[in-house]
Nanobody, 117 residues
Framework: EVQLVASGGGLVQPGGSLRLSCVAS????????MTWVRQAPGKGAEWVSA????????FYADSVKGRFTIARDNAKNTVFLQMNSLKPEDTAVYYC??????????WGQGTQVTVSS
């Protein structure tokens, strides 16, 4: 059974940091690109960041570039999203997904990030 379990969300003040994790199982993690997508209340899904299967190439939305860092540990089947300098507009449910060629086959359950004073 394929599972992607995201964790690390929570309530943080503006300017704060959070580190999201997504642990994968049920497929060969090291063969898949990974991505983070977020959805704010009342809004559509927004792509945030992606990392290729090797971990050598990373990609970011303009809205998070310079503040967020994606990384992966293929030995631990885990992808991370380090989020710094958080803003209220970063408030959303964050989902991790696995796939290739920008087609995301497997999705996690999401973790809530709330940025508020």
């Amino acid at each position: 059974e394929v599972q992607l379990v995201a964790s690390g969300g929570g309530l943080v003040q503006p300017g704060g940091s959070l580190r999201l994790s997504c642990v994968a199982s049920g497929f060969t993690f090291g063969n898949y690109d990974m991505t983070w997508v977020r959805q704010a209340p009342g809004k559509g899904a927004e792509w945030v960041s992606a990392i290729d299967a090797s971990g050598r190439n990373t990609f970011y939305a303009d809205s998070v570039k310079g503040r967020f860092t994606i990384a992966r540990d293929n030995a631990k089947n885990t992808v991370f999203l380090q989020m710094n300098s958080l803003k209220p507009e970063d408030t959303a449910v964050y989902y991790c997904a696995a796939g290739s060629n920008r087609e995301w086959n497997y999705w996690g359950q999401g973790t809530q990030v709330t940025v508020s004073s």
